[in-house]
């Protein structure tokens, strides 16, 4: 029996599809998937994604087999598989506003022309495009998903521009039957769902949250572009409306800060997040909890954009089309629909359930 692969492109070859791609191969390698949230989406597995076409600008990734782009500078995540010669070479994709003033100081521009990104990816057959543009890519990462519409692609929005949370890009996806999923990927266990379930469990424990951050900290690309203040909009919006969402004591936004808070260089691809959570229980008491999270950014990115890649081929599967309601609520801080992390889990099992395949 022939095995149906999902055949995937990336735009932007940084960290996240670093990991990706290593993690596609690692798992093929490997009889237990032990960090893998399902270890089967609709008859689909890991080891079942292909990537079949990469776009970047940046002058040495762009020509090189997908192999060794993924470890060119300034990537820096962990390596933790070789990965074999791919055959897809990284094509020139747009620059539009994809280069901030910030990360001209690590990246040298290719000097290719642009090549069409929807001929590409229908060139290729790519079932799936996944947009990792930088923070404040919002043109480039609108282009990227005119071009999966273009080309029949479902599309996936990992980065914090309003896509597919956008009415106008939903109903643009639903009228061409194309799902999508978005918009600013959360990790596998990282600071915003730390952050939500400890807001929950004040909730819960009928404790008022009175004052709340979350200070992030990293040595990688991400956080040196996120230095530049006038592309940081929509990432701040989109983290603090992930925990605030939970929040019964909606009058506290002064008290609220959530975001990056520094680029430290050594820290590479380590992120540490620090969580202070204060407020109010029995007879007014203040309760305290405060605690730092350190982890690897990238692969933490990865063990979503799996899962999220096998929901968007079963909505492909399916016809669905549109934003997918229960995978972006459950993989992505800035969904359509906004909703408890138990809501977005129970609403995904009945979801993957509702073709009666194994979970």
């Known amino acids: 029996m022939m095995v149906k692969k999902i055949r995937i492109a990336i735009a932007g070859v940084g960290n996240c599809a670093s990991s990706l791609v290593q993690g596609i191969q690692y798992y093929s390698n ?57 055959g897809v070479i990284v094509k020139r994709g747009p620059t539009l506003d994809g280069l901030g003033e910030k990360l001209r100081d690590l990246i040298t521009e290719s000097s290719s022309s642009p090549i069409d990104v929807s001929e590409e990816l229908l060139d290729k057959k790519a079932d799936i495009l996944i947009n990792y543009m930088p923070v404040g890519a919002d043109k480039a990462s609108k282009h990227y998903a005119e071009s999966a519409i273009e080309a029949g692609c479902a599309f996936i929005n990992a980065m914090p521009t309003f896509i597919v949370s956008d009415d106008y890009w939903d109903k643009k996806f639903g009228q061409e039957g194309l799902p999508c ?7 596998q266990l990282g600071a915003t769902i730390l952050h939500r379930t400890l807001v929950n469990l004040f909730n819960e424990r009928g404790i008022k949250v009175t004052k709340t951050h979350q200070l992030n900290y990293g040595g990688n690309s991400d956080f040196y572009n996120m230095q530049e203040p006038d592309r940081l909009s929509s990432k701040l919006t989109s983290k603090k409306e992930a925990v605030t969402y939970l929040l019964k004591n909606k009058s506290i936004s002064e008290n609220i800060f959530i975001g990056p808070a520094g680029y430290i260089p050594w820290l590479k691809d380590r ?42 081929k079963l909505a492909l599967e399916r016809r669905e089309s549109g934003s997918l309601v229960y995978p ?28 009666n395949v194994d979970k």
């Not at 060794?68 to 820096?76: G, H, K, Q, R, S």
């Not at 999923?181 to 990790?187: A, E, Q």
């Open 30 to 86: 490997k009889d237990n998937k032990d960090g893998v949230i399902f270890e089967s989406i609709g008859g689909y597995h890991v080891d079942d994604i292909e990537v079949v076409a990469a776009f970047d600008i940046a002058n040495n990734k762009v020509g090189r087999d997908l192999s060794e782009a993924l470890y060119a500078e300034p990537n820096n995540t962990r390596k933790f598989e070789e990965v074999l010669k791919t």
């Open 181 to 187: 999923i978005g918009d600013d990927i959360k990790s």
């Open 271 to 312: 992120k540490h997040a620090d969580i202070l959570i204060k407020g109010e229980n029995f007879g007014g008491d203040e309760v305290e909890i405060e605690l730092k999270l350190k982890v690897t950014d990238s692969p933490n990115s990865g063990g979503v954009m799996v899962d999220s890649i096998r929901c968007a």
């Open 328 to 355: 972006s609520a459950t993989y992505m801080k800035h969904p359509p629909v906004n909703m408890t992390d138990e809501e977005a889990r129970n609403g995904l099992l009945n979801w993957i359930e509702e073709s």
